[in-house]
């Protein structure tokens, strides 16, 4: 696979990841919490920020982790069977996207295991240190780690085959893409939306998003079944 | 002020409690500013609505939080549309 086909695969992973809500909800809750407990703007923009940095860094973390492993359990070369069932894990993901991502219910309540929801609510509550906001932004991207999973496993798959440098590349290009739309909430918090027209408009757009996650997923697995399996069988049979 | 009116909360697993004025008003003050609403706004909507929900409190002498939430919010939504929106939305955002 060339660097560029690798690196539009790993964007469009980020890009599947971004329309994943978990991180968004948590930093809309602790938002709602930080000025309904009249702390100063200074502050407010003081806990978002660790806590988008959090996301990242956990994002980051796990990309680099998950690649390590793949790198340790099948070197650079990835044998196709693991494509193939890397393909699949990504359908399935891809379907279960659809039909359970956001519960059938009013707001934007997710699929999440409701122990993990009751968790992160109360930690948004009691959070009020850059450091606790930090931590809940880690937090929140693991609570969803079984939705990122394949997103994260298939660039995983495809940096381990570039070189070092555009590994890096790689990196930066998926966790910035994947962060887009935590940081546009941010940045609306920050520049003084209400929180009422963001929730508003995410409860609004929540089946879209569901929809253009899965549809998403099922693009990205079409082109690596493609290229990774099919073509290479072609060229390897010619 | 508060009501001798026991409140059964969430899921009847942790202890029923007394209704609190202050915290259901401190609520609605906290959703009326995460909507930018002034703070002087934001305390005579609160107060407003606490005295609807102890009228509506007053023929039940026991209600889970789920039903003061429900109450609440109806009246909030007269008062403030968009704090009640978000009051409404709190437990089911994640």
Redesign the interface.
Known sequence: MDIPVSLAIVALAGLIHASFQLSVSVLTLLSGHTIGSKRSNAKLLRLTTSFVIGAGVMTVLLLSSTSFVMLSLYGTDTPQVVWAAVCGLLIGDAISIWLFYYRREKGTTLWIPRGVAAYLTERTKSTKISAEAFGLGLSSVIGEAFFIVAPIIISALTLVQLPAVWQMVGIVIYTVISMMSLVVVWAMIGSGHTLGRIQKWREANKYFLQFAAGSGLLVLVFFVYVYEILGSTVVGGI | MDLAVDIIKRGGKRQSERFNRAKLHASI???C????TP?GHAESTAAAVCDKVIEWLQQHPEVTSQDIRIVTTRHLKIYHP??A??Y???????
């Open positions: 003050v906290a959703a500013l995460s909507v930018r703070e968009e704090a929106y978000l409404e939305q709190h437990r089911i955002t994640i």
